[in-house]
């Protein structure tokens, strides 16, 4: 008898400390979820992708071909419905160099709405056409950034209600102290989602992510997003300087967005498919955003020169 209610009594308390450790892994990525995408309503922001092919040598990654860089402008906004926690979200991205594919632009719109997929739009100059990039689940190849190794699910904005979370332990990572926390998507994400689970290294300080480990739906070990430069923009703490690296086809995105303004006056019509084909409304609009840029980079010097 005493040996049942012994056996009892462990169940028991392995399914509290189970469940406690499922709701501490749902905190975390909740204030995660806070700091990533609530803590600004929009920004204007350069940036730039650098992508190669790569061998590993001694420990050391290194390019075996010469890097395609692209750098474009990006403009986002984002609003919360009424009653909702998720956010609508809208971006404009607009390649300004290589000049072979200047004007190649990027709209993508996410919804708050449950289980409504985001929608992702890109015009293609040199054919004139707008092109409807479809993230589908069963190919990873689908609705890359630019021809980078960021996917279109990779800049997505996540919903934490889409994902599952357990709290796999502590680490250190960067010489920064993390929790390491297993994402597994819901049902419904799943039919959406390349990946079938993804191992987070969060800031246990700053609530970002400094790292992922990311699987496909095989449980092959598919990404790995590595964040390198982080940066406290006014009061917002933001990676500004990172790598998504494919394993399995061995190559490698460096992103970086060393200009960035945060909390501006976006007109939302501009974020919308007239900016895809209407060069002039999107040019005007451009030259009024980048002054942002411009005026945030003079209050910076303004505030270093002071004694």
């Not at 474009?72 to 609508?88: E, M, Q």
């Not at 480990?213 to 430069?229: I, N």
Request: glycine share 4%.
């Amino acid at each position: 008898m005493k040996t049942a209610c012994s056996f009892v009594l462990a169940a028991l308390f392995l399914v509290a400390a189970t469940v406690s450790r499922a709701q501490d892994a749902l905190e975390i990525m909740t204030k995660v979820d806070d700091v990533t995408n609530h803590s600004y309503s929009s920004s204007v922001r350069q940036m730039k992708f650098s992508t190669c092919r790569y061998n590993v040598s001694g420990g050391k990654l290194s390019c075996v071909e010469k890097p395609r860089v692209v750098i474009f402008d990006s403009f986002s906004k984002t609003r919360r419905p009424p009653g909702r926690r998720d956010l609508d979200f809208k971006a404009l991205d607009v390649i300004i160099q290589p000049v072979s594919d200047k004007n190649t632009a990027m709209l993508s719109w996410g919804y708050a709405e449950d289980d409504k997929a985001s929608d992702f739009w890109v015009y293609l100059p040199v054919l004139s056409k707008v092109k409807r990039i479809v993230s589908v689940a069963d190919s990873g190849e689908s609705g890359a950034v630019f021809g980078s190794e960021v996917s279109a699910e990779d800049a997505d904005v996540r919903k934490v209600k889409d994902y599952t979370y357990t709290l796999l332990g502590e680490d250190t990572y960067r010489d920064r102290s993390v929790w390491k926390i297993e994402l597994t998507p819901t049902d419904s994400r799943r039919k959406r989602s390349f990946y079938g689970r993804i191992v987070a290294y969060v800031d246990k300080e700053r609530f970002i992510v400094l790292k992922e480990d990311l699987y496909d739906r095989s449980g092959r070990h598919y990404k790995q997003f590595s964040a390198q430069d982080v940066e406290q923009i006014g009061d917002v703490w933001m990676v500004i300087r990172a790598s998504m690296n494919n394993l399995t086809k061995r190559r490698i995105t460096v992103w970086e967005h060393p200009d960035i303004v945060l909390n501006v006056d976006i007109d939302e019509e501009f974020l919308s498919q007239r900016s895809l084909t209407d060069f002039a409304f999107r040019e005007r609009h451009m030259q009024t955003y980048r002054q942002y840029l411009v005026q945030g980079k003079d209050r910076a010097l303004q505030v270093a020169a002071k004694p």
